[in-house]
């Protein structure tokens, strides 16, 4: 249902466009992480616990992931902002997908963050779940993705330190 309302959500912008003779950035954009991001999402419960030894549930290890850091997604929004400054005004829309090019599964996630931090945490796979892994990646569609992969600068290890720094 998301990925579908997020579908709908560009058609409709790519409708009014057209009608008003505008151009149109979509923007996809990865799994953003960054220094307050304070959730529950899967990369801060696992430095969280691994912070405080507690075990790390690992429920489905072969899950991708496709980390991104904000300051990395900031820098890109802005220099696609800057890069049609100024463009013409034709009804033209262009999608850019912010996506790092290598993914981490959550097995490899959760033994990167015991490594970095140091700690101890013991890692439960649980193989009572069901659900079949299956990537995050948008379905490939018949469209031309504008790549800005090199502003995508901040290595995951670099940004689980940084994570790890704020929560201690």
């Known amino acids: ?3 579908t309302s997020k579908k709908l959500a560009e058609d ?3 409708y009014y466009c057209r009608r008003g003779n505008m151009s149109l ?3 996809r954009l990865s799994d953003v992480y960054g220094k307050i991001n304070i959730s529950e999402k899967v990369l801060q419960i696992f430095i969280r616990n691994a912070v405080q030894g507690i075990p ?3 429920k489905q290890p072969q899950a991708m992931f496709y980390f991104s850091h904000i300051k990395d ?3 890109s929004l802005l220099k696609i902002t800057m890069d049609d400054e100024g463009g013409n005004n034709d009804c033209i829309t262009k999608t850019h997908r912010l996506w790092p090019y290598l993914g981490i599964n959550l097995l490899e996630l959760a033994k990167l963050i015991c490594k970095i931090s140091g700690s101890n945490s013991q890692i439960i796979v649980d193989h009572d779940v069901v659900k079949e892994a299956s990537a995050n990646q948008p379905e490939e569609q018949k469209v031309r ?3 800005y ?3 995508l600068s901040t290595s995951i290890e670099d940004g689980i330190c940084e994570l790890i720094n704020s929560v201690i």
Do not use: F, R
Request: aromatic share 10%; with cysteine.
């Open 56 to 58: 790390i549930v690992v």
């Open 12 to 14: 409709i912008a790519k």
């Open 1 to 3: 249902v998301y990925g």
């Open 73 to 75: 997604i900031c820098a």
């Open 145 to 147: 993705y504008i790549d």
């Open 25 to 27: 950035n979509i923007v």
């Open 149 to 151: 992969q090199s502003l």
